[in-house]
């Protein structure tokens, strides 16, 4: 890790971060206010997990907050990456998690999470430089992955926890 003191013109951005941080530990405080305490299984009850994710949130705020107005965040690697961000790879991305939200009741969760898969891995793929992107072999690849990721969540979720995901079929099991 470098060490580097903080470039000045970037405290009030790092403070901007800090912010929104603490507001959103805040939002999920004010939230966690109207759910039920009643102890639940294990004796905690539905409201314990939104607390501490707010107070944690908010501890973490508060705390990028400090440490850039006390003169920003120290020991910054130095960025790394383009200079400019690399649009394609973005709307590949996006295309990806769009399609997903568009198809999952069309084509099962499977199927679109495979699809957001395969368009967000091309996506960084391009961003990165690699070679062979529009390769058979590289979609194959990619499109077996996300199958072999997609495919197990699935299951998991519709088998083991029994909470409902769009399938391909009423069988359950596509």
């Known amino acids: 890790m470098t060490t580097t003191t903080s470039d000045p013109s970037a405290v009030w951005p ?9 507001l959103t530990g805040l939002a999920l405080a004010f939230g966690a206010i109207s759910i039920s305490s009643e102890a639940g299984y294990g004796g905690v009850g539905p409201n314990f997990l939104p607390w501490l994710v707010s107070v944690g949130l908010t501890v973490c705020g508060a705390w990028i907050i400090w440490e850039a107005r006390s003169g920003g965040f120290r020991e910054l690697d ?19 998690l769009l399609l997903n939200a568009a198809l999952i009741t069309t084509i099962g969760f499977i199927l679109s999470c495979t699809l957001c898969y395969l368009l967000a891995v091309q ?5 990165s430089g690699q070679t062979g992107v529009n390769t058979p072999r590289t979609w194959v690849t990619d499109l077996v992955a996300g199958l072999v990721i997609s495919a197990p969540v699935f299951w998991m979720f519709t088998k083991f926890l029994a909470i ?11």
């Open 123 to 127: 996506g960084l793929r391009r961003a």
């Open 78 to 96: 130095p960025p790394s990456g383009a200079a400019q961000a690399y649009w394609p790879g973005f709307a590949w991305v996006s295309a990806g």
């Open 14 to 22: 790092q403070t901007l971060v800090g912010a929104g941080v603490l």
């Open 164 to 174: 409902n995901l769009p399938g391909l079929t009423n069988t359950g099991w596509i």
